[in-house]
């Protein structure tokens, strides 16, 4: 149980092109949906909490404008990378809550790499 | 300040042997505190948790941790390390008063044979 996947797991773009990645909860609903921003062999940042219903909440230093999400579903969040240019050039993570069961505990998608050329 | 520190950012044991990677944390209320596992390219896998209960929390892959509230520590152990173990560990903290999660830098394990 409690599965998350990211759709795609790589994409290459052209710099001022759009990306959008999904992140689906396979097996449980997620009220609540995260996405980091991991740089080569650093931490996890995060980016972003998303509520399904309701505007995401982002941390500080975190442009929306650029770094649009969208839960409209209790399975699915999706971020766009909107303009990308080569310094968004990332590994994306998402995760999920279960406001079930296990509430206090976040699941990992496998991650979407974005290169963004 | 909320934090993690992981003090060693690169270990290297020899698979059969033990190992044991640190984690401190700076937390103001009441801490749940989770170990993860990343393989290259992959996102992080749960590898324990403590909430609450018995300060020795048993894990998945032959992996536990313990909590020490006065060391402010929760470090993961395995007695006896497997060449597949090698991977980057996160440490993170969360607690009642938060959703959020703060990771600690990482630590790279590579496992000779």
């Known amino acids: 149980g409690a599965v998350v996947s990211q759709h795609p797991s790589w994409v290459i773009c052209k710099s001022g092109t759009s990306v959008k990645i999904e992140c689906r909860s396979l097996?449980?609903?997620?009220?609540?949906m995260f996405w980091y921003r991991q740089f080569p062999k650093q931490s996890l940042m995060l980016m972003a909490t998303?509520?399904?219903?309701?505007?995401?909440?982002?941390e500080q230093g975190v442009e929306k404008d650029k770094f649009l999400i969208n839960h409209a579903s209790l399975t699915l969040s999706t971020l766009t990378v909107t303009s990308a240019h080569p310094e968004d050039s990332s590994f994306y993570i998402c995760?999920?809550?279960?406001?079930?069961?296990?509430?206090?505990?976040?699941?990992f998608g496998p991650g979407t790499r974005l290169t963004v050329l | 300040a909320q934090s993690v520190t992981q003090p060693d950012i690169h270990i290297t044991v020899s698979e059969g042997a033990s190992l044991e990677l640190r984690c401190n944390y700076s937390?103001?209320?009441?801490?749940?505190l989770f170990w993860y596992v990343q393989s290259p390219g992959q996102g992080l896998q749960l590898l324990l948790k403590?909430?609450?209960?018995?300060?020795l929390v048993q894990g998945i892959k032959g992996f536990e941790a313990e909590f020490k509230r006065s060391q402010s520590s929760f470090n993961l152990r395995k007695p006896s390390v497997h060449w597949s173990d090698a991977a980057e560990y996160f440490c993170?903290?969360?607690?009642?008063?938060?959703?959020?999660?703060?990771f600690g830098t990482g630590t790279r394990l590579q496992v000779f044979p």
């Open positions: 995760s999920a809550r279960s406001p079930i069961q296990d509430t206090d505990t976040q699941y």
């Open positions: 097996d449980f609903q997620a009220t609540t």
């Open positions: 998303s509520n399904e219903g309701s505007k995401a909440t982002y």
């Open positions: 937390y103001g209320a009441t801490p749940y």
């Open positions: 403590y909430f609450s209960g018995d300060t």
């Open positions: 993170a903290v969360g607690g009642t008063d938060t959703d959020k999660l703060i």
